[in-house]
């Protein structure tokens, strides 16, 4: 059954610091993967997309890797400000037939705190 | 480019009445999703659109749900009898090509029910 897993759940950091998160996925074969960023009361929001050969990409202070080996993923969030607390997702594609069938983590949510 | 609209932003009704949310996708948008979105987790598809055509709905209540996108553009999704368990944030997405395609694939802001 393919699986995101994301952790840690919650996070609570103080404001300018770094923090990481992770994404294991049993999700095969794989495609791409994705994580978004969802504010409360809103809709998700694409921050990066990385296909099997692509292990880093970034978007501003967000900075996410990819190891399709170990079947991790990480995004990085570097001087966290307050617009950071949101909850982030993971999402999986795999590819051939299936590749409809996104597969999405129940996110961590994130608290920067001044 | 607009994005993808919803509405209502919020409804609240009671159990056993009916409610439906509606969506407007981006211009050009082929494909069309509803998910739901229950406190504390992630979006469950219920129901993929290709224009005015049904690709997936393995996971829609077919007993309560329906969905339909006659004119392959805008969609509503409706709930009739409601249930307690149906209270979370229904949100509407779309894109050029199938999901698991690296095309735009964009949310819309969801409406959130409270079923009472």
């Known amino acids: 059954k393919n699986q995101v897993e994301q952790s840690p759940q919650s996070l609570i950091i103080l404001e300018g610091k770094n923090c990481t998160l992770q994404c294991n996925y049993t999700v095969s074969p794989f495609s791409n993967l994705r994580w978004y960023k969802q504010d409360t009361g809103r809709g998700p929001v694409s921050l990066t997309i990385?296909?099997?050969?692509?292990n880093t990409k970034s978007n501003g202070r967000y900075t996410a890797t990819l190891d399709a080996d170990t079947k991790q993923s990480s995004l990085h969030i570097t001087a966290s400000q307050l617009s950071d607390s949101a909850s982030y997702i993971c999402?999986?594609?795999?590819?051939?037939?299936?590749?409809?069938?996104?597969?999405f983590g129940k996110g961590t949510k994130l608290s920067v705190i001044p | 480019e607009a994005g993808v609209a919803q509405s209502p932003r919020y409804k609240i009704i009671e159990k056993r009445q009916s409610v439906a949310f509606w969506c407007n996708p981006i211009s050009g948008h082929a494909t069309l999703y509803w998910y739901q979105q229950i406190l504390g987790q992630g979006p469950k598809l219920l129901i993929q659109?290709?224009?005015?055509?049904?690709?997936?709905d393995s996971q829609l209540p077919k007993d309560r749900f329906s969905a339909e996108r006659l004119k392959g553009v805008d969609s509503t999704l409706k709930i009739q009898p409601a249930k307690l368990e149906d209270s979370a944030v229904y949100l509407c997405?779309?894109?050029?090509?199938?999901?698991?395609?690296?095309?735009?694939?964009?949310f819309g802001s969801g409406t959130r029910l409270t079923v009472v």
């Open positions: 997405a779309s894109s050029l090509a199938g999901r698991g395609q690296l095309n735009g694939y964009t």
């Open positions: 659109f290709q224009n005015n055509g049904v690709v997936d």
């Open positions: 999402v999986v594609s795999p590819s051939g037939a299936g590749s409809y069938q996104l597969t």
């Open positions: 990385m296909t099997f050969s692509e």
